[in-house]
């Protein structure tokens, strides 16, 4: 470690990391999610939704960072649901908040006590679709017009390849887009281009330690040495286990997402209504 190193504080060396260490796997992908899909705009202000995970944290320090130095002027406000989180849960978000730099705005639900006592066997879905409301209403009164997710180019292809086995149909993650129930506001995700191997080694880089799931169901699971049986981890699995013959299986799938030809499908689907191949072939 060099002079100069030495006398940064750990904050700063965090953010060093990302303009040096990591400046093209994140800090460049970050600044082209930014720019490519319009995620900015003067006069925002943004929710910046924090879960206290890895993804969540990095993506408070990212848009805190880019804050300082951008031209265009926006607020944010790091935003932080409290579900019913135990103690000793509540205080490493607080800490780890307290570390990167972020100034946290904390409130409280008993959305993990409802979700529990609801669906007590399997809990997620209802529990996120409960977050979710919660976060946009609690925006929306702080007066945010949009909200910053923490999804990351894994969370895109993975989404794309359930869709396709377990859904049958082709949809994915967009980087920004309406709330279905709250038409002023405006999802972004930052994160789009960045994979998680590289936000992984970030974490590691820098000796952190960052939550998981910490609901009471994750929790039972644990005390009975079970799994969470997900798609997703299938996905995860899979989508590992091809790279392994193709390295690049993980970008050829994100920029197949941005190249996608209409006229080779025997129908599609938009505002709800499918169409058939016919409305576009060609006729002699």
Known sequence: MDVMARELTKAQLIERSVYKKYRKEIWANFLTAINRYDLIEAGDHIAVCISGGKDSMLLGKLMQMLQKQSEIPFELTYLVMDPGYKPEIRAEIEANAKLLQL????????????TDVIN??????LCAK???????????????????????????IETTVMAMFYSSK????????HS?????MELIRPLYMIKEHDILRWVNYNDLSFIQCACKFTERLAENDEEVSSKRREVKALI????RENPNIEDNIFRSL??????????????GVLHDFHEIYPKK
């Open 180 to 184: 279905e129930n709250y038409e002023d």
């Open 120 to 125: 007590h066997r399997s809990p997620c879905y």
């Open 240 to 243: 590992k286990q091809l790279k």
């Open 130 to 156: 409960m977050r979710r409301g919660a976060l946009y209403s609690k925006a929306r009164e702080l007066g945010c017009n949009k909200i910053a997710l923490g999804h990351h180019l894994n969370d895109v």
């Open 103 to 114: 100034p946290l705005t904390i409130f409280e639900t008993n959305i993990f006590a409802v």
């Open 170 to 177: 082709l949809e994915t993650i967009i980087p920004k887009s």
């Open 258 to 271: 941005h190249a996608v030809q209409i006229e080779t499908f025997p129908g599609y689907k938009k505002d």
